[in-house]
């Protein structure tokens, strides 16, 4: 049964007489199962009534009858929880967790379930339209509610719907494309779920373009901005400083944990364009002395530092000079407990702090580098640039517009890759 075919359809007495229409269905949410339908909206004269569905004697998209003669004159209130699918849902847009993308609902089927009615699948085709009249084709492509997070914009719903479990699903540059495309109150929806994982929501700002980013730190509060930042990587946390009104700027530094504001004014100290602008300052070094086993224990229990930076190990002197750098492979591949300036490379690729962010490019690309130190004058580790970085502030603006490539479908009797999966491996020596 379909909404479209239940809205405005006469909503009739035991007897036959209309007592009124049908203005809306009221569903109640269910968790990750289906919403139950718990009743109707109807319209008697000039009032929007609650009709539970317990009094419907028959629904169907041809006939709405009640089982007596009675309704509830009472104007309707929604309640905490409720869901109204022609008001919430009917062309208003959802996001579609599959394919991470705002798609529009322009029907609602709801079909009989063992204790009732309950939201089964949304239509998101757009209808035809043929001389001004709506036409459907037949079969109605519906695809499965729970394949979907509405965005409701009912503030008493939010804590029903469980803070947007299937959101979770995503990665942050997904949820990052969904607030560049939402309207602004689609964007606050998705903002007031995603905040309640401090690491999510500082993963989407570090993922968002720089407008739609402030637009939305314009919205929050000194001390909101600060928390946002506070859980950034330092160089993104620099640059979403740099790019506040200057009015906010010192307010938010001044609120942010000592730590992090030592490593933004650092990162500030550089032009935004050069090696030192566009560095971490979080990375990993130990003493040219330590053993193999004791840098891979220093990696492993690195949770707090980007997994780029733990490409590579830093051996550095008592001093802090960076003597040598080893990759996590040559780490792997070496005997635990060889000493570590053993197996570095004692004349690393390294820049200064000033070195243009094209020049690093280069520099990477010629040496297939994942990461490249950056040292001052008498060689101090100050920060690792990772290919990320290069790669986020090389890529031309016009590009990150480009709608990214469709996934590889995958043929539904393909076999999947963890059954009856033969492993070769190389022969012993």
């Not at 001389?131 to 459907?136: A, E, F, N, T, Y």
């Not at 509610?145 to 009912?154: R, V």
């Not at 986020?392 to 393909?414: F, G, K, L, N, V």
């Amino acid at each position: 049964m379909h909404l479209s075919a239940l809205l405005a359809r006469q909503l009739l007495s035991p007897s036959g007489e209309g007592i009124g229409k049908v203005d809306d269905v009221i569903v109640r949410l269910n968790g990750g199962d289906y919403p139950i339908v718990r009743g109707l909206v109807a319209k008697v004269g000039r009032r929007r009534v609650f009709v539970p569905i317990g009094r419907v004697a028959e629904l169907s998209e041809q006939r709405v009858a009640l089982a007596k003669a009675k309704v509830d004159l009472r104007s309707f209130e929604r309640r905490d929880g409720e869901v109204l699918l022609r008001e919430d849902i009917l062309g208003h847009r959802l996001i579609d967790v599959a394919d991470a993308e705002l798609v529009r609902a322009w029907d609602v089927e709801l079909r009989s379930a063992g204790e009732g009615w309950v939201v089964s699948c949304l239509d998101t085709r757009r209808p035809a339209r043929l001389l001004g009249l709506v036409r459907r084709s037949s079969g109605h492509p519906c695809q499965d509610w729970k394949a979907f997070e509405p965005l409701i914009g009912h503030a008493q719903s939010v804590r029903i719907r469980a803070g947007f479990g299937r959101l979770g699903r995503l990665k942050p540059a997904q949820i990052a494309d969904l607030l560049e495309d939402a309207s602004r109150t689609e964007g606050e929806e998705i903002l007031d779920a995603v905040h309640a994982d401090p690491e999510l929501e500082a993963d989407v700002f570090e993922e968002l373009d720089p407008d739609t980013a402030n637009r939305l730190l314009g919205d929050k509060t000194d001390a909101e901005v600060a928390d946002v930042i506070a859980h950034m990587r330092a160089d993104d946390a620099a640059d979403a400083l740099a790019d506040l009104p200057q009015s906010r700027r010192q307010k938010v530094l001044d609120l942010l944990p000592l730590g992090a504001r030592t490593k933004v004014l650092t990162l500030l100290g550089f032009n935004a364009t050069s090696a030192g602008g566009i560095m971490g300052v979080d990375f990993l070094a130990a003493p040219g002395n330590a053993t193999v086993g004791e840098a891979l224990r220093r990696i492993r229990l690195a949770e707090n530092v980007q997994p780029e930076a733990l490409m590579t190990m830093h051996a550095v002197d008592p001093a802090g000079r960076l003597i040598g750098t080893v990759t996590v492979i040559g780490l792997l591949q070496a005997d635990p407990e060889a000493c570590l300036i053993d197996v570095i490379d004692a004349d690393p690729v390294r820049v200064a702090a000033g070195t243009d962010v094209v020049d690093v490019t280069l520099l990477m690309a010629d040496y297939n580098l994942m990461t490249v130190p950056v040292v001052d004058a008498r060689n101090h580790l100050l920060g690792v640039v990772t290919v990320d970085d290069v790669l986020e502030a090389t890529i031309p603006e016009d590009w990150r517009r480009r709608e990214p490539p469709a996934r590889p479908e995958q043929a539904e009797d393909q076999q999947a890759p963890d059954e009856d999966l033969t492993i070769i491996s190389a022969p012993e020596r």
